[in-house]
C-alpha cells in the first residue's frame, strides 16, 4: 500500500506545518452562542445543592467514559465504570475491579483535577499506559508507556482485508518526538491563564485536539487521550474565565457524548482538516477553520443536551422531596424510583408501556388488590397521573413537563 509520501495529502506534509489558525471573525458567532450555553449550564448547576451536583457530576463523568471508549468501539462493564467513578469522587471507598476501566477513569481524572500541572511526554505515556495496563489492545501486543517506534506506516484504515480505505497516515515513527516535543511547547505557551498568545480557549481545545490527533504519537489510546485533552484545554479555559470554577465542571459539558452521537460527522470532519483540500503549497499557515466551527458547534450541542440532565435531575430531586412528604411505603417509594430512573419521552426514556396495575403487583411482589389500593393512594396524593380507563388504565410518575409515552393498549 503506497505511504503518505509518495503522494502528499496531509497537513502534517505542508512546509507551514504545524501553524494551525483559523477566521477568528468567521467563528465569532458560534463562539458566542457556546460561551452563552455555557454560562447556562454553570448557573444551572450552580442553582442545585451539593449532593445534586455531585450525582449529576457522578452520571455524565460515567457517560463521557463509555462515550470516549465506545468511539473507538471499545464496551466498558458499567458496574466496575461508575464504582471507579464514584470513587475519584470520593464517595466509594474503593475503585472498579477492572484495570482498564479504572486507568481510563485515571486519566480523565488527572487531566481535570490537575490541569494546571505541566503536560509533558512522560506524562502523556503514564496516560497510555494506563489505558491499557496488561499491554495488550484486544490480544493484540502493543508499546505501552512510549510513543510509537515501528517502522511501518501508521495509518487508519477501514474495510475488508485487501479492499481497506486509508482515512489517515500520521507522520513515520522517526519523527514523533520532534513533532511532539513542538506540540507540548504550544500548549504551555498557549495557556489561557498565563500564556503570551491570547488564543480562545475552546478553539484552543479545537486545536488540541486536531494537532495531537493527527500526530498520533501512540500504538493505541490516541482517540482518548486527544479527547482528554480536549478536556484539559477546556478545563484551563475554564479556570481563566473564573477562577473559583471547578475543572471538575468540565465534565458535564459532554463532549465525549456528543462527539458519540455524531461520530460519523466527528470522523468526517476531523479526517477533512488533517488532509491538504484547499491549502495552497505557498500558504503560510494551515487554515483549520471549518475543524475549529465543528467543534465549537459541537460544544455548544453539548452544553445544550447536559442542560436538560442538569433540569432533569432537578425534577427528580423535587418529585422525591414530594414523595418523602406523602409518607409512601416501601413498595410505593420502590415503583416511584424505577418510573423516575426510566426518565421521560424528552429525555428519550419513559416506562415501556407506562406502569399498570399488574406490572407494580410483579415490581413489588404483592397481590393485584394491594396494587390496587397503592396506586390509588399515589394518585390521591399527586405523584401519579393516569392516562386511559379500564385495561387501557396506565399510570406515569406526575413530575411537571414530564410527558406520559405513548401507550398501547
Not at 458567532?29 to 455555557?38: F, S, T, V
Not at 517502522?151 to 480505505?165: D, F, H, N, P, T
Request: aromatic residues 6%.
Amino acid at each position: 500500500m503506497p505511504t503518505a509520501a509518495a503522494h502528499p495529502r496531509y497537513i502534517w506534509q505542508h512546509s507551514a506545518w504545524p501553524k494551525l489558525t483559523f477566521d477568528a471573525a468567521a467563528v465569532a458567532p458560534a463562539l458566542d452562542q457556546a460561551r452563552l450555553e455555557q454560562g447556562r449550564l454553570l448557573g444551572l448547576l450552580s442553582a442545585i445543592g451539593l449532593e445534586q451536583a455531585n450525582a449529576v457530576q457522578r452520571e455524565l463523568w460515567v457517560q463521557e467514559a463509555l462515550a470516549t471508549a465506545a468511539i473507538e468501539g471499545e464496551q466498558l462493564n458499567l458496574e466496575s465504570l461508575r464504582s471507579s467513578v464514584a470513587h475519584r469522587l470520593q464517595l466509594a471507598d474503593a475503585p472498579g475491579s477492572d484495570r482498564s476501566v479504572e486507568g481510563l477513569v485515571q486519566v480523565m481524572g488527572d487531566a481535570l483535577a490537575n490541569h494546571g500541572a505541566a503536560l509533558d511526554l512522560d506524562r502523556l505515556c503514564r496516560w497510555q499506559s494506563a489505558l491499557f495496563p496488561g499491554g495488550t489492545s484486544g490480544i493484540a501486543r502493543i508499546a505501552v508507556g512510549r510513543v510509537r517506534s515501528h517502522a511501518g506506516a501508521m495509518q487508519i484504515v477501514s474495510g475488508a482485508l485487501e479492499r481497506e480505505v486509508v482515512h489517515y497516515e500520521a507522520p513515520p515513527s522517526a519523527q514523533v518526538l520532534a513533532e511532539m516535543e513542538r506540540f507540548l511547547a504550544w500548549f504551555e505557551s498557549t495557556r489561557p491563564a498565563t500564556g503570551a498568545t491570547a488564543v480562545n480557549g475552546i478553539a484552543r481545545a479545537a486545536l488540541v485536539h486536531l494537532w495531537f490527533e493527527s500526530i498520533h504519537p501512540f500504538e493505541d489510546g490516541n482517540g482518548r487521550l486527544g479527547r482528554a485533552l480536549a478536556d484539559m484545554a477546556l478545563a484551563q479555559d475554564m479556570q481563566a474565565q473564573d477562577a473559583q470554577a471547578s475543572p471538575a465542571l468540565v465534565r458535564v459539558y459532554g463532549m465525549a457524548h456528543q462527539m458519540l452521537k455524531t461520530h460519523a460527522a466527528y470522523y468526517d470532519a476531523l479526517n477533512h482538516a488533517q488532509r491538504l483540500r484547499g491549502i495552497a503549497p505557498e500558504a503560510s499557515a494551515i487554515d483549520a477553520t471549518p475543524w475549529v466551527l465543528w467543534f465549537v458547534q459541537a460544544f455548544n450541542r453539548a452544553c445544550i443536551a447536559s442542560q436538560a440532565v442538569v433540569r432533569d435531575a432537578t425534577d427528580k430531586a423535587q418529585f422525591r422531596l414530594r414523595a418523602a412528604q406523602c409518607q409512601t411505603n416501601e413498595r410505593q417509594r420502590k415503583v416511584l424510583e424505577r418510573l423516575l430512573e426510566a426518565g421521560h419521552v424528552d429525555s428519550g426514556g419513559g416506562f415501556l408501556g407506562g406502569m399498570t396495575t399488574d406490572k407494580y403487583a410483579k415490581i413489588t411482589g404483592t397481590s393485584k388488590a394491594t396494587a390496587t389500593r397503592d396506586l390509588a393512594d399515589l394518585l390521591a396524593n399527586g405523584l401519579l397521573r393516569v392516562e386511559g380507563v379500564g385495561k387501557a388504565t396506565r399510570y406515569a410518575v406526575n413530575v411537571p413537563g414530564w410527558e406520559q409515552p405513548a401507550l398501547k393498549g
